[in-house]
């Protein structure tokens, strides 16, 4: 985790990296879905 003096901080970082993962995800989230489909019909 993060470790900063300041709460605030920290507090500033996560919110950052929050977006940053959701963003991330939505980019490659089309991906996943082709690979589960995928993955279901060869079941």
Known sequence: M???KNIA???IYAKILNEKVGK???KV???FKGL???FV???
């Open 24 to 26: 991330d995800m939505q």
């Open 36 to 38: 589960e489909q995928s």
């Open 9 to 11: 901080t920290t507090q």
């Open 29 to 31: 989230s089309h991906k």
């Open 41 to 43: 019909a060869h079941l």
């Open 2 to 4: 993060l470790g900063h």
